[in-house]
Nanobody, 118 residues
Framework: QVQFVESGGTLVQPGGSLNLSCAAS????????MSWYRQAPGKQREMVAR???????GYASFARGRFTISRDATKNTAYLQMSGLKPEDTAVYYC????????????WGQGTQVTVAS
């Protein structure tokens, strides 16, 4: 059973930093690309950052230069380091396997809430 468990979200002030984690299970993590997505209230889910199984990253334009994606194959975990946070980064953040689109589109986790506000 494929499962994603996201954590690390909280309330943070503008300009602050957060580190998100995504623990994955139920598939072979080492040979799958991983992606972070986010969904703000009233908006569609959008891709934030992605990383190949050989550790090559890719970013949405709004994330480039502020966010860093990484992965630890020994822990089946993907990470998203966020800095320079803005109020428009407020959203629920999710992870999934895949590159162009989520590989397990029926197995989303509960996500982790990131709120950027003063």
């Amino acid at each position: 059973q494929v499962q994603f468990v996201e954590s690390g979200g909280t309330l943070v002030q503008p300009g602050g930093s957060l580190n998100l984690s995504c623990a994955a299970s139920g598939f072979y993590f080492n040979t799958n690309h991983m992606s972070w997505y986010r969904q703000a209230p009233g908006k569609q889910r959008e891709m934030v950052a992605r990383i190949t199984y050989y550790n090559s990253p890719g970013y949405a334009s709004f994330a480039r230069g502020r966010f860093t994606i990484s992965r630890d194959a020994t822990k089946n975990t993907a990470y998203l380091q966020m800095s320079g946070l803005k109020p428009e980064d407020t959203a629920v953040y999710y992870c999934n396997a895949g590159w162009q689109k989520p590989l397990y589109d029926t197995s989303w986790g509960q996500g982790t809430q990131v709120t950027v506000a003063s």
